[in-house]
C-alpha cells in the first residue's frame, strides 16, 4: 500500500469515527452564521476516554505526516488548546505524540478570565517564553474567531512562533469575504492550517459513484453538492 492509499485509508477511518462518536450529522441544521447546512460537526460529542485517546491519535498522525513533508518544524516546543474545546484536544494530542512517536511536547491553554491571584496569568500549563514554537489544536474553524482571540494572547506571552494550526475538519467555507476562514487566518496571520480531513474529502469517500446507494444518499449527495458550491472555497 503506497503513502497515498494509507492516508486515504486513514481519512476513511477518521471520518466512520466521527459518525460513529455522533460527532458528524447529515440532516437540516442552522449554522452561527445563520447558514442552512445538510451536515454538522460537533466535537462536543466526544465523551469517553477511549474516543478521546484515539482522537489524540487522529491529529497526532497529522501533525507527524505534515513533519514528514516539511509543512510542520520538527522541534516543536508545545501545543495549545484555545478554551474550551481545544483543551482536551490539546492534551490528547500531547499524549498521542509521547506515545506514539517519541515526541514529548509541553502543552498550555488559555482561562476564560485572567487570574489576578495565585500564580495569576491567562495561561495554564506550560508558559511560553521567547524562542518557542507552537502548535495550535483546534476542532473546526467556521469564522476563525478562536485563532484572532489566541494570536494576540501568545503574543503577549514572549516572541514566539505559531508553527501552524491543526483542526478535525476543514469546512472549507468562505469567511469575512471571497476567502475561506482558513486562507483568511493564513493571510492575516501567516498561519497554515492542517486539516485531519476537508469537507471535500468526506464528499468524495463518503458519496464516491459506486458508494452512493439509495435514493435517500443520492438526496443527501445532492445537497452537499450544492451546499459547497454556494458557500465553500476551492
Known amino acids: 500500500m503506497d503513502k497515498n492509499q494509507l492516508e486515504r485509508r486513514d481519512k476513511q477511518a ?3 469515527f466521527m459518525i460513529d462518536s455522533g460527532v458528524l450529522s447529515f440532516g437540516d441544521f442552522v449554522t452561527k452564521s445563520g447558514r442552512q447546512t445538510p451536515y454538522f460537526v460537533n466535537t462536543g460529542n466526544y465523551r469517553t ?19 514528514k513533508k516539511g509543512n510542520i518544524p520538527g522541534e516543536l516546543t ?3 488548546g484555545p478554551a474550551y474545546k481545544g483543551i482536551p484536544l490539546a492534551v490528547a494530542t500531547a499524549a498521542a505524540m509521547s506515545e506514539d512517536y517519541g515526541h514529548d511536547l509541553n502543552y498550555c ?15 495554564i500549563g506550560y508558559r511560553p517564553k521567547d524562542g518557542d514554537s507552537l502548535l495550535i489544536i483546534e476542532d473546526v474553524i467556521t469564522a476563525g474567531t478562536a485563532v ?23 469546512r472549507m467555507e468562505k469567511g ?28 468524495d469517500l463518503l458519496f464516491s459513484e459506486r458508494e452512493v446507494g439509495d435514493g435517500a444518499n443520492q438526496q443527501l449527495k445532492q445537497r452537499l453538492a450544492d ?5 465553500c472555497v476551492g
Open 49 to 67: 476516554g477511549s474516543q478521546i485517546a484515539r482522537l489524540g491519535k487522529f491529529y497526532a498522525s497529522t501533525i507527524v505526516q505534515n513533519m
Open 176 to 203: 469575512q469575504g471571497e476567502l475561506s476562514a482558513i486562507q483568511e487566518i493564513e493571510r492575516d496571520f501567516g498561519i497554515r492550517t492542517f486539516a485531519i480531513v476537508t469537507i471535500r474529502e468526506i464528499f
Open 78 to 80: 508545545a501545543l495549545y
Open 148 to 170: 484572532r482571540e489566541t494570536v494576540p494572547l501568545l503574543q503577549a506571552a514572549g516572541d514566539i512562533q505559531i508553527a501552524g494550526l491543526v483542526v478535525s475538519v476543514d
Open 109 to 123: 491553554f488559555n482561562r476564560k478570565e485572567a487570574k489576578d491571584h495565585g500564580e495569576g496569568g491567562s495561561l
Open 227 to 231: 451546499y459547497m458550491a454556494e458557500y
Open 14 to 16: 477518521f471520518i466512520r
